[in-house]
């Protein structure tokens, strides 16, 4: 591998940049491919499945015969709310391979105790979201109920390219908050990236049910888009 070649994966795993490095097996020539240029790729397709399903390996198309090597940032889940549904959500998540962020200005919430061994931020969100940075290898949770604390994190979640965006309340409650999302200046087609009310609808009962229809519906849309 060339230096150059080198310097580019590593810069982008520093800016958590999904990228694939690409190799011609006939000539052995390299290149970084990354994910947000896919699309303009000979191995466009490929590489589009690749990145989805985190999946490296040799690929045979009419330019020849290529391996690709998926250099993906690690999943990252940001919880707002430091409730009991996100307690549940947690162990599943750690199990999925996520790196998780729990932010919650509430501090009898947002403690040490509840949340042990979890990154926690007891500030409001829109304080800590700009310096952990939003991108497409991470989802985020919006579970607080409280406007106040809710409405600035999906402000800035509609703004980046997070994958995923979940909210907890009935279709009431997610109807309320899209005429506010829309007063705010919110298109249509933003505000239908918000996932409410959240999770997949399997008819759970508790916190514990409520986590795996989240983690299921995150993981759909992480696998096989929206």
């Given amino acids: 591998m060339k230096p150059e070649i080198f310097e580019q994966i590593m810069d982008a795993r520093a800016q958590r940049t999904p990228v694939a490095l690409v190799t011609a097996l006939d000539t052995g020539a390299q290149r ?32 020849g015969e290529f391996f690709v090597h998926i250099h993906n940032p690690p999943l990252r889940l940001i919880i707002i709310g430091a409730v009991h549904i996100a307690q549940a959500v947690i162990p599943i998540a750690r199990a999925a391979g996520y790196d998780i962020v729990v932010i919650d200005p509430r501090g009898a919430f947002a403690t040490g105790e509840r949340f042990p061994d979890i990154a926690l931020h007891a500030e409001w969100p829109d304080e800590v979201l700009p310096k952990l940075g939003l991108d497409q290898r991470t989802a985020m949770l919006a579970l607080t109920h409280d406007p106040k604390i809710d409405d600035p994190s999906l402000h800035l979640a509609l703004k980046s390219k997070v994958f995923y965006i979940g909210a907890l309340g009935s279709k009431k409650t997610q109807g309320t908050r899209a005429e506010r999302l829309a007063a705010a200046g919110f298109p249509a087609a933003d505000i ?3 996932y409410g009310p959240i999770g997949l609808d399997i008819g759970a009962q508790g916190a514990p049910e409520i986590a795996i229809s989240i983690m299921a519906e995150l993981t759909r849309v992480l696998r096989l888009g929206s």
Avoid: C, W, Y
């Fill in 32 to 63: 970084v491919v990354a994910r947000d240029h896919a699309a303009d790729d000979i191995l466009a397709q490929v590489l589009a499945d690749a990145f989805r399903f985190d999946r490296s390996g040799v690929h045979k198309v009419p330019e």
């Fill in 192 to 194: 239908a990236r918000i």
